[in-house]
Nanobody
Framework: QVHLVESGGGSVQTGGSLRLSCTTS????????IGWFRQAPGKEREGVAA????????YYADSVKGRFTISLDKSKNTVYLQMNLLKPEDTGMYYC????????????????????WGQGTQVTVSS
């Protein structure tokens, strides 16, 4: 059974950094897509970044481009989300999720196609 386990959340001030980790066995499947999503209270879950397990050309939401970087280390079965220049609007519960093959593009940030989810890790950015 496939699992995803997130870690690395916490509380930081505006402009700070955090690195989230998602440990999963899905990386052994070269066709899978791993995405990071976030959900703030009262808001819908939104895609932040996604990467294919072959690590070719990640996809980012416009709101995080230039600040967040998604990467993976197959030797550690881990996908990372490096978050820099954090803003209060980045606050939320962050989830990693896995999806079967999808055409590259905006669909990678849509939660509906993801069928495996972690339990989430909280990120709080204070002003």
């Amino acid at each position: 059974q496939v699992h995803l386990v997130e870690s690395g959340g916490g509380s930081v001030q505006t402009g700070g950094s955090l690195r989230l980790s998602c440990t999963t066995s899905v990386l052994s499947d070269s066709t899978y897509i791993i995405g990071w999503f976030r959900q703030a209270p009262g808001k819908e879950r939104e895609g932040v970044a996604a990467i294919r397990t072959t690590a070719v050309t990640p996809y980012y939401a416009d709101s995080v481009k230039g600040r967040f970087t998604i990467s993976l280390d197959k030797s550690k079965n881990t996908v990372y989300l490096q978050m820099n220049l954090l803003k209060p609007e980045d606050t939320g519960m962050y989830y990693c999720a896995g999806a079967p093959p999808l055409a590259y593009g905006r669909r990678w940030l849509g939660p509906v196609d993801y069928n495996i989810w972690g339990q989430g890790t909280q990120v709080t950015v204070s002003s």
